[in-house]
């Protein structure tokens, strides 16, 4: 429905679906970019192309995949122009913890939190992206395949070594 609207123009639709994805998508660019002013950025861009390209827009399934593969391909051509290399600051990266927990669970969730991100932005480009888009952005591995131009067995090869590598820095991390 909001697809429908989008395309006739309804300025609310527009404001809902950035509202609603918006998050999932900034994380992700995070996560891909290694910067979140950047991944910022790259959100803004997408949903610009949107607004420009919302009369000729045909979505074949989901509107998340959709501006989840968007974002991917925008950070990807960001990654390839620029070469980032920075490193995230992870203070404007929000974790998402649950309010019903104490302070002392809060602060273990937040350190976790920093581990895992700090992991994720250790992994190759390749691996890094079909986990996030995995995991963060709920893709199935055929259309993280498709988006990535390679076989699926290619893909759940990046994600299971990307998963390995991630328990593997992880393991060593706790061990410290």
């Known amino acids: 429905m909001l697809i429908w609207k989008l395309k006739r123009g309804n300025a609310d639709a527009l404001c809902r679906i950035y509202e609603k994805y918006r998050d999932d998508l900034v994380r992700i660019a995070a996560g891909l970019l290694n910067d979140v002013g950047a991944a910022e950025d790259v959100l803004h861009d997408v949903f610009l192309v949107l607004v420009r390209s919302a009369g000729n827009l045909e979505i074949r399934e989901s509107l998340k995949g959709y501006l989840m593969s968007c974002v991917a391909n925008r950070a990807r051509n960001l990654n390839r122009t620029k070469r980032v290399q920075e490193t995230v600051d992870l203070n404007g990266v929000e974790p998402t913890v649950s309010n019903l927990k104490g302070p002392d669970q809060c602060v273990i969730c937040d350190e976790e939190f920093k581990h895992l991100y700090n992991a994720i932005t250790q992994l190759p480009y ?51």
Do not use: C, H, P, W
Request: aromatic share 6%.
């Open 126 to 176: 390749e691996q890094k992206e079909a986990v996030l888009l995995r995991i963060q952005g709920s893709m199935k591995f055929k259309d993280i395949a498709n988006l990535q131009a390679t076989s699926i067995k290619t893909t759940l090869s990046r994600y299971s070594y990307g998963l390995d590598k991630l328990r593997t820095m992880l393991n060593k991390e706790a061990e410290k």
